[in-house]
């Protein structure tokens, strides 16, 4: 079973993308607010229905309802409004991912959790700490996202087809996120020797200020980050080996340790099984430490 705890949009849509690529049979939305995680399953389920599709989709505001879950996907807390940074939400969101947490090692001690609630970085930082978990078993989605966006912003600058885009962004998901055109191509073909510099770097500023543009407009990121979560689920539930930038836990790589932050990682049915270590050029490097600094000074100021 996968559990999602949280069923506001982002949780009911990460439901909505695990059912249609029938990642289980069963998926449980959690919260604690009477009435939403039902609703949103009965929606849900009336959808799978028409479709054909065999994946029953259960609302609770039970804990307890979790027990024996594979996949516990974290979306409880505060979501980010119109001129807050992922920052603001800190100590609003630590109190309740630590509280998650612990029912999580209650009900579903042998579960892979991957915490989604901002600021993401502290709080895969928070889950991991808190869970006593082995580190291979808990990380957060924050690249997976970051790309999506990157990925969209080549697309448009080049008119190619997005599928032949890869892209890669890893750092802080935050306002030192580190989208990497050196590491991003077109079917194999380097970024850098199909745009110029004075683009590629328009690409990554674009990439780093998007979700707070669409808040603005939106009032709220949704259907980008559900199927962020879908796809890291995905590489767990079908063993894919994928290679996706996610928030771990750092023990020496990137000459770090005691922090979380988003690296790429090969995902398949064990959680985190390689953490692939880049060769980052000095501004690279500069960014992506920033990034560390940002993190290590937020996490410094949450008990655990």
Known sequence: MIT??????????????????????????????????????????????????????????????????????VVA????????TRMDLLKINASVVKSVVENIKKYADNSIIIPVTNPLDPMAF??????????????????????????????????????SINALVIGEHGENMLPLPRFSSISGIPLSTILPKEKLDELVLNTKQVAAKVIELKGATVHAPGNAISAIVESI???????????????????????????????????????????LN?????????????????ISGIEI
């Open 126 to 163: 928070v889950t991991y700490k808190t869970s006593g978990f082995e580190r291979s078993r808990v990380f957060g989605m924050g690249g997976m996202l970051d790309l999506s966006r990157f990925k969209q912003f080549i697309h448009e600058a080049t008119g190619y087809s997005r599928n």
């Open 77 to 84: 807390g505060s979501g980010r409004k119109p001129g807050m």
């Open 4 to 73: 999602i705890i949280g069923s506001g949009k982002v949780g009911g849509d990460a439901a909505l993308f695990s059912a249609l690529k029938k990642l289980d049979d069963q998926i449980l939305l959690l919260d604690v607010a009477k009435g939403l995680p039902q609703g949103e399953a009965m929606d849900i389920n009336h959808m799978l229905s028409e479709q054909g599709i065999d994946v029953e989709v259960k609302g609770s505001n039970d804990f307890a309802d979790m027990k024996g879950s594979n996949i516990v996907v």
């Open 282 to 298: 000095d501004e690279e490097q500069k960014v992506f430490d920033k990034g560390i600094e940002s993190v290590k000074n937020a």
């Open 237 to 279: 539930v079908r063993d894919k080996k994928q290679v996706i930038p996610i928030a771990t836990y750092l023990d020496g790589e990137y000459g770090h340790s005691d922090v979380t932050i988003g690296v790429p990682a090969v995902i398949g049915k064990k959680g985190v099984e390689k953490i692939i270590e880049l060769d």
